[in-house]
């Protein structure tokens, strides 16, 4: 697929940071080396007070900065969402790097080549530099951990056809994936976002977007993007938790996307994973022959994630006014 754009789009990209020294060099330096007219990237850091060098590093990248007193990073990409001007907008996390030079133009060319596309989002790929629970994580298109693995549709069955450099998917309310990074055209965006809106939920967008009828996505599997989330299982649990605690049931009413299984049949596929959990073995198989395929003693990691995270989400949930709620409604009336 061609990646000569013309007229080629502007594009906004906004990283919600706070004390963020550690990533944001490496993030900022993907996005300058990117083969993109320079003059169409904008580069917003959208900050939360940041104590560190995290905005000294921003300035040396000549990135826009604007402050965010609230310091959460879905109030932060609001934040920047408005603030954009270009035709296309983003967001990328401060420890997300683009891995090749292309990235933007294989990003944008659908956009270009497709008026009816609304977005663009590819997979995450495997950095093999980075810790091992992390490129453990990153083998799954969507960095989703074992049991939301049960939970979500995965890419594949959303995609209706395939064009040179990508694939077309639909997103209804059946075939919904969480892909929450996407690359956007911000007008299509516009329509679901309200002035009075306070946070980014990023997999809700694409619900939102589904029910006015902008259903049609392109999925750009070589892009790929390096994501260095977690570098130990006290922080997969730390970050897990916190999903669960503040970002879903904190906000549960309001949120748009679902994990709840749609059938008995997803119902059923979900308890025979807690039970095969609990059992070890099945999962220490699945290891073995992950290993194997990707020749990576990293996925030795599948057991103790599966086991813990597994048993950590009951927990959460059982010991949670409405994490009981949650668990009632997925027995299918």
């Known amino acids: 697929m061609s990646v000569s754009l013309s007229p ?6 906004v990283i919600p940071t706070l004390n963020a020294e550690r990533f944001l060099e490496d993030c900022l330096q993907s996005i300058a080396t990117q083969n993109y007219p320079k003059n169409l990237v904008e580069v917003t850091i959208v900050d939360g007070g940041s104590t560190d060098s995290t905005l000294d590093i921003a300035r040396k990248f000549q990135a826009r900065i604007v402050p965010n007193p609230q310091r959460g990073a ?62 453990y994580l990153s083998y799954h298109e969507l960095m989703l951990d074992p049991i939301l693995r049960i939970l979500c549709t995965p890419i594949k069955n959303t995609i209706s056809s395939k064009e040179a450099g990508y694939d077309v998917c639909i997103f209804t309310s059946d075939t919904m994936v969480a892909a929450g990074l996407i690359l956007y055209r911000r007008k299509k965006v516009s329509l679901v976002i309200s002035p009075s809106e306070d946070y980014w939920w990023d997999i809700d967008i694409p619900v939102r977007l ?120 997925l027995i299918p009336q």
């Open 74 to 135: 879905e109030i932060g990409k609001l934040v920047g969402f408005r603030q954009s001007h270009s035709e296309l907008f983003m967001y990328l996390d401060a420890d997300i790097t683009l891995p090749r030079g292309d990235w933007l133009s294989l990003m944008i060319a659908p956009l270009v080549r497709d008026p009816e596309l609304v977005g663009t989002f590819t997979r995450f790929t495997v950095n093999r530099h980075h810790p091992a629970l992390n490129r």
């Open 8 to 13: 080629p789009p502007s594009i906004s990209i």
């Open 210 to 329: 589904s029910k006015i009828g902008q259903r049609k996505f392109g999925y750009v599997e070589n892009a790929g993007l390096f994501h260095l989330t977690v570098e130990n299982m006290r922080q997969l649990i730390a970050k897990k938790r916190w999903m669960i605690k503040y970002s879903f049931l904190s906000h549960q009413g309001a949120r748009e996307f679902s994990y709840l299984p749609r059938s008995k049949r997803s119902v059923l596929a979900l308890i025979g994973w807690v039970v095969s959990v609990n059992f070890v073995l099945p999962i220490a198989i699945q290891s073995i022959v992950q290993v194997a395929r990707n020749r990576d003693v990293a996925c030795f990691y599948h057991v103790p994630v599966s086991f813990i995270l597994t048993d950590s989400y009951i927990f959460w949930f059982l010991t949670n006014t409405k994490g009981r709620d949650f668990f009632r409604r």
